[in-house]
């Protein structure tokens, strides 16, 4: 079993930036990052694979949004410029703990998630 545990969200300007952080207990193959803002679906953002460091970005956040993983301490980024206030959702961290990663952002193919941490962009 893996625990994720988010951090480094909060309140920001829109054209500000945060990094959230990840820390994984356990092994993964590919982690990721969603968002859900009130009303809302919950969103793929970005996601990384553990061994190759391959990543994948939606549009929306292409150019303002970078996810990376440092190995050694088990923990996941997510370095976020530019915000605006269409980012305010709460972000989670997902993770999957066998192999078969696809290319793209599969809410489905995440077996663990975090507990969510806020961030909030004001105009």
């Known amino acids: 079993q893996v625990q994720l545990v988010e951090s480094g969200g909060d309140s920001v300007q829109a054209g500000g930036s945060l990094t959230l952080s990840c820390a994984a207990s356990?092994?993964?193959?590919?982690m990721a990052w969603f968002r859900q803002a009130p009303g809302k679906e919950r969103e793929g953002v970005a996601r990384?694979?553990?061994?190759?460091?391959?990543?994948y970005y939606v549009d929306f956040v292409k150019g303002r949004f970078t996810i990376s993983r440092d190995n050694a301490r088990n923990t996941l980024y997510l370095q976020m410029n530019s915000l605006k206030p269409e980012d305010t959702a709460m972000y989670y961290c997902?993770?999957?703990?066998?192999?078969?990663?696809?290319?793209?952002?599969?809410?489905?193919?995440?077996?663990?998630w975090g507990q969510g941490t806020q961030v909030t962009v004001s105009s």
């Open positions: 997902a993770a999957r703990t066998s192999s078969g990663c696809t290319p793209g952002l599969d809410i489905t193919m995440y077996n663990y």
């Open positions: 356990g092994y993964t193959y590919c």
């Open positions: 990384i694979f553990t061994g190759s460091g391959h990543t």
